[in-house]
Nanobody, 122 residues
Framework: QVQLVESGGGLVQAGGSLRLSCAAS????????MGWFRQAPGKEREFVAT????????YYADSVKGRFTCSRDNAKNTVDLQMNSLKPEDTDVYYC???????????????WGRGTQVTVSS
């Protein structure tokens, strides 16, 4: 059974930093691209970042480019999202996802975590 478990969310002041982590099990982690998405109540799930199987390739949404950094450790089956210079508009539930054919669309991802709440106060 595939499991993706996010951690590291919380409450932070604007301008602060958080590091999210996603631990994967039940799949050959190095065979999957990984993505981060976020979603607010009543809104569509929004792409944040993706990282290739090897970890060499990354791609970010314009809204987070230069502030967020995605990395992975295939030996530990984890993918992280370092979030710096956080803004109130970054407040959302953040999800990690794994997929064979990925990109920016949620439908392209096969497996999802349950999410972790990030709240940025002004």
């Amino acid at each position: 059974q595939v499991q993706l478990v996010e951690s590291g969310g919380g409450l932070v002041q604007a301008g602060g930093s958080l590091r999210l982590s996603c631990a994967a099990s039940g799949l050959t982690f190095s065979s999957y691209d990984m993505g981060w998405f976020r979603q607010a109540p009543g809104k569509e799930r929004e792409f944040v970042a993706t990282i290739s199987r090897s970890g060499v390739g990354t791609y970010y949404a314009d809204s987070v480019k230069g502030r967020f950094t995605c990395s992975r450790d295939n030996a530990k089956n984890t993918v992280d999202l370092q979030m710096n210079s956080l803004k109130p508009e970054d407040t959302d539930v953040y999800y990690c996802a794994a997929g064979w054919v990925t990109g920016t669309k949620p439908a392209n991802y096969n497996y999802w975590g349950r999410g972790t709440q990030v709240t940025v106060s002004s």
